[in-house]
């Protein structure tokens, strides 16, 4: 398998964002991705995805869209769509209808920011996703970095605070969240966790001080999604987005805090007899499993079974545990960065089955 990392919740200037497709992908290349994806608010922006290259690095861009109904109030329901490749957001009021039409053009699905709360400091409401009866969804997004940065405003001093100390936002996904993934999971919904950075590069103006909040090239280095590929990148843009979407869609996936150290190298495996299941894979129980996670540096590991840690380890690289109950199997992996505790490492899950 290929690791290659990829962030894939960003806004261009077609919708809030300042950049560029051309400065959001040089701002890629610097932060040493292999891959950005834009998802402006109800535009599919058509032509910039392709290959942009520094020197002997490349990067593909490719275009997605965030979807949400404009007539209803209040705001809620951001839905990234990936890889439908036309416009859809004409169909954005029947939430039902429209996750069809992508499952049906073969693009992927994901509700983003569903723990969202209101920041009324920077005059934002809360746009979480409030929907869960809604089938067809390939995934959630787990962590959303702007999400996390609005919980922090409290006060516009607060504002002030973290925009000039970014590094202090990512701790890591809302408690809410991951039990909320866990609980569709525990239903038999095999959703796909991913993380994404919801990238503005907002420009604030405070007197004679002007500032740009959180630039394309930070948020490029945090919060972002490893895909592990069947094969590697090849500069055939068809091909490199096939391969994309294809680990997306079986969740050969995993969220990283790439602000606190390399994540690159983590792997989750689980062995049964001549049987090996990674991320978004399935595994019979009957012979017995060996769960094996590798992480990329020491840290603090959880294993966790259908919600409930089943086993933890400190201060460890490589982590074995036998399984023996069947449910769906996810790894969180925390760090210590300023002095603090966060998350670095979320797996997506392998199922073990009877
Ligand atoms: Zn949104
Ligand atoms: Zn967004």
Redesign the pocket.
């Known amino acids: 398998m290929h690791e290659i990392v990829v962030n894939l919740?960003v806004?261009s200037h077609y919708s809030d964002g300042t950049g560029s497709h051309a400065e959001i992908a040089a701002a890629g290349l610097k932060a040493g991705l292999d891959a950005v994806i834009t998802?402006d608010?109800n535009l599919y922006v058509d032509g910039p995805q392709g290959y942009y290259h520094d020197g002997d690095r490349k990067l593909l861009l490719l275009v997605g869209e965030?979807i949400h109904d404009r007539t209803r109030t209040p705001q809620k329901n951001?839905l990234l769509v990936l890889g439908a490749g036309v416009e859809l957001a004409d169909r954005a009021n029947d939430l039902a209808k429209l996750i069809k039409s992508v499952e049906n053009l073969g693009g992927l699905s994901f509700a983003?920011h569903p723990d969202d709360v209101a920041a009324p400091a920077i005059g934002e409401e809360a746009l979480n996703w409030e929907d869960w009866r809604i089938q067809d969804l390939t995934g959630i997004e787990i962590w959303n970095a702007?999400s996390e940065f609005k919980r922090h405003l409290k006060t516009k001093v607060h504002a002030l605070f973290y925009i000039w100390n970014p590094h202090k936002i990512a701790i890591g996904p809302f408690a809410k969240t991951l039990r909320k993934w866990d609980e569709q999971l525990i239903a038999g919904r095999r959703l796909v966790g991913i993380g994404g950075s919801?990238a503005h590069a907002l420009e604030v103006q405070l007197g004679p001080l002007k500032k740009i909040v959180f630039p394309y090239e930070f948020h490029f280095q945090g919060i972002n999604t490893h895909l592990l590929l069947e094969e590697p990148l090849s500069g055939e843009i068809a091909h490199d987005q096939k391969l994309i979407y294809q680990a997306l869609r079986q969740g050969r996936a995993f969220v990283a805090n790439d602000h606190l150290a390399t994540t690159k190298g983590f792997s989750f495996h689980a062995h049964g007899y001549g049987h090996t299941a990674m991320m978004g894979g399935t595994i019979s129980a009957r012979w017995g499993i060996t769960i094996q996670i590798r992480l990329p540096a020491e840290a603090e590991c959880r294993l966790i079974c259908n919600g409930a840690i089943v086993n933890e380890w400190n201060n460890q690289k490589l982590c074995t545990h036998p399984a023996k109950e069947t449910g769906a199997y996810r790894v969180e992996v925390y760090s210590v960065l300023h002095g603090q505790k966060r998350g670095w490492i979320f797996s997506n899950p392998i199922y073990v089955t009877e």
């Open positions: 919740h806004h998802t608010h965030e951001h983003a702007f919801d």
